[in-house]
């Protein structure tokens, strides 16, 4: 069964930064797509940033050049370096991984999921 544990989070003020992490168990990941997504209060989870096996990465327009996702294949964990912090960017952050790269952006294209991890920025 696939397990995702994210980690990291935490409140932080603005200008600022955090690294989250998401370490998947489970099975071997090989030809996983690894996604970062986040929910804040009354909106609509929306795509942060995603990294395919081939380690090709996606972004969401607002985090561009703020935010780096990366990943371990030995470790089967995936990273979302998160600088420059604003208030805007709090939000519960999920991880989340699938089999193959297409529609990476679309949440309801990964079936599997971890819990969350809340990122707090004061201003």
């Known amino acids: 069964q696939v397990q995702l544990v994210e980690s990291g989070g935490g409140l932080v003020q603005a200008g600022g930064s955090l690294r989250l992490s998401c370490a998947a168990s489970?099975?071997?990941?090989?030809?996983?797509?690894m996604g970062w997504f986040r929910q804040a209060p009354g909106k609509e989870r929306e795509f942060v940033a995603a990294i395919n096996w081939s380690n090709i990465t996606y972004y969401f327009g607002s985090v561009k050049g703020r935010f780096t996702i990366s990943r371990d294949k030995a470790k089967n964990t995936v990273y979302l370096q998160m600088n420059s912090l604003k208030p805007e960017d709090t939000a519960v952050y999920y991880c989340a991984t699938k089999l193959g790269t297409n529609n990476d952006y679309i949440s309801a294209s990964y079936p599997y999921w971890g819990q969350g991890t809340q990122v707090t920025v004061s201003s």
């Open positions: 489970g099975r071997t990941f090989s030809g996983y797509t």
